[in-house]
């Protein structure tokens, strides 16, 4: 069982593991372009929605768009995936927002669930803001346009088409997809609802150009917001055990075949060869082929388990979570 085990009893690493900024960065041409082609979109829109991952909600935001686009125009937060998040937490997440970024539309989907709450609750949430704001040079038009940004991999497309389908009744139109950089054209027009008439542009995944934090890099790594074999899967997979280990996550355990936590990532990965049978075959300098543990598929498999929720509901970013003691104990 996964919670059999005391954290304390582990001489677990404290401290982040260290990796050059350099892996940490990407910044391709198409994102350059997309930046500049939505910064000058941005006066024909009437509202930004920001999409970002509920797994890091204090973390990795593109603070391009806090100083240049959702200021300028009515903003939702949208915090996607929550379903791989701990749901108990999210009216403190939403409270904490609000009072330290001054946030005050924050709305939480799981962009793959039509039933969900969140994703319902949007429509009329951006008539609600558009209709109570100055729309200035766009007070004549009847058609509402909402900009649809955030970081890469986050389910902007998929909230889009979620949207379109719930609200239209017309099947997904954009392409998604498990790695960062799916959608490259900027502005693709969406219409996702008919009365008010709402169209929603699609915009490709932004990162921040340069790295500003070690960590914050990592956790977008892990999230997929970079490409993986940029990074290292060895890397993601060493930053993932470190963080379970640190929190008290042990699923792993289970998960990768091991008998109790451990923190270092080669074992892990060495072992979960064994139970995977993740092997490949090597010549040898005298001919003889023989097997070794393929230890980056191992990895990748680990990096897919914390994907998909395997490795239980994570919130990244629970360090920078404000919580009184009793919260404390329950989460301990
Ligand atoms: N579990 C879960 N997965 C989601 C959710 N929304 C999207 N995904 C998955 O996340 C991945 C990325 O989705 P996209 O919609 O392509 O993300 P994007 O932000 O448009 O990505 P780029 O265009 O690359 O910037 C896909 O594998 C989706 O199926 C969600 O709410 N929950
Ligand atoms: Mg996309």
New binding site residues.
């Given amino acids: 069982m996964a919670t059999k085990f005391n954290t304390a009893a582990y001489n677990f690493r404290t401290k982040c593991p260290y990796v050059s900024k350099d892996l940490l960065h990407w910044f391709p041409g198409h994102m350059n372009k997309g930046l500049k082609q939505m910064q000058r979109k941005l006066k024909s829109v009437d509202c930004v929605i920001e999409v970002h991952d509920a797994r890091i909600p204090f973390t990795g935001r593109n603070p391009i768009f806090t100083s240049t686009m959702t200021g300028a125009k009515p903003h939702i937060l949208v915090l996607n995936k929550k379903d791989l998040t701990i749901q108990s937490l999210l009216p403190k997440i939403k409270d904490q927002l609000t009072a330290e970024e001054g946030i005050e539309n924050v709305i939480f989907t799981n962009s793959k669930d039509q039933n969900c709450r969140g994703l319902k609750s949007i429509r009329p949430r951006i008539v609600d803001i558009i209709k109570n704001s100055n729309r200035y040079n766009r007070s004549e038009e009847l058609d509402y346009s909402v900009m649809i940004i955030g970081v890469p991999n986050v389910g ?2 998929s909230l889009i088409n979620m949207l379109r389908s719930t609200n239209m009744r017309i099947k997904h139109a ?3 997809g498990a790695v960062a950089g ?2 490259r054209s900027v502005m693709t027009k969406i219409r996702i609802n008919n009365d008010p008439k709402i169209f929603m542009l ?1 915009t ?2 932004i990162l921040e150009p340069s790295v500003t934090n070690i960590e914050m890099g990592l956790k977008l790594a892990l999230c997929a917001s970079l490409q993986d074999h940029l990074v290292g899967e060895e890397i993601i997979a060493d930053y993932l055990l470190y963080w379970l280990n640190k929190h008290g996550k042990f699923k792993y355990v289970d998960y990768m075949g091991l008998e109790e936590p451990c923190d270092d990532i080669n074992k892990v990965l060495i072992t979960g060869s064994i139970k995977f049978n993740r092997v490949r075959r090597i010549r040898d300098f005298d001919g003889q082929t023989r097997e070794v543990p393929d230890i980056i598929e191992v990895a990748r498999t680990m990096i897919k388990a914390f994907r998909t929720g395997e490795l239980g509901k994570i919130l990244l970013d629970i360090n920078l979570l404000k919580r009184n003691r009793e919260e404390e104990k329950i989460l301990a």
């Fill in positions: 902007k497309s954009l392409p998604v799916i959608t699609d490709p995944g």
